[in-house]
């Protein structure tokens, strides 16, 4: 099963993890039109469709799933409703959603939710078609599955004006601080020189560690 691709920080770090400018990509599309969605604490989940059966994975192979978030997820995906529901929508495509297991005991996780939760995020076609958001938002809603909520909209300058302020989360049951946006360009799916979806992230906990941030990336 095909890992989730590393999302790169749309900065350039030290060897401390203090901010030293904008990585050169993110400069090159600095002003061009970015979504981002919430960045959810939690732990990457894999849920494959072969064409005939769904498996589910971690970030890695070898990862393992706490118990209650594999519990939940075995009950969840791999029954025979969610099974015609994947050969419904997708037939014999190789498929893979990717998303967020949270809640209690993962990462930070419990500050969302009092039990385990699965979040999508990104869907992969064929070992090399990522979808667009709007592509992935009717797929969540078809297989009424949560998906990650779109909070931004705007260029790479607004989008660290906005984590910078750090919201509130837009997820869970307690009121807690929103972690930071993956970012994602509007409406179209570009890709790297390795063939990799162009993401990235911009996180609070990088930011407040920055006094002259806008200097640094000007």
Request: charged fraction near 30%; proline fraction near 4%.
């Amino acid at each position: 099963m095909k890992e989730f691709t590393k999302i790169s920080n749309i900065f350039t770090m030290d060897t401390k993890g203090k901010i030293t400018g904008l990585q050169p990509l993110f400069q090159a599309f600095r002003n061009v039109q970015w979504e981002g969605t919430e960045k959810v604490d939690g732990t990457n989940i894999r849920i494959h469709w072969d064409g005939h059966n769904v498996e589910i994975g971690g970030r890695t192979d070898k990862a393992q799933i706490p118990t209650d978030l594999n519990n939940m997820l075995v009950e969840r995906f791999l029954s025979k409703p969610m099974e015609y529901k994947f050969e419904e929508i997708f037939g014999e495509k190789d498929v893979i959603l990717f998303g967020e297991g949270y809640g209690p005991k993962i990462q930070n996780g419990g500050t969302y939710a009092s039990e385990p939760k699965f979040i999508l995020f990104d869907v992969l076609v064929d070992g090399k078609f990522y979808l667009t958001r709007a592509n992935v938002n009717d797929i969540a809603d078809k297989m009424e599955l949560d998906r990650v909520p779109v909070v931004f909209y705007g260029t790479i300058d607004d989008a660290i004006d906005f984590v910078e302020k750090h919201p509130m989360s837009t997820l869970g049951e307690h009121k807690h601080e929103m972690e930071g946006l993956v970012l994602q360009p509007v409406g179209v799916m570009l890709y790297d020189a390795n063939g990799h979806p162009l993401k990235g992230k911009c996180k609070y906990r990088d930011i407040c560690k920055v006094e002259n941030l806008k200097d640094l990336i000007n």
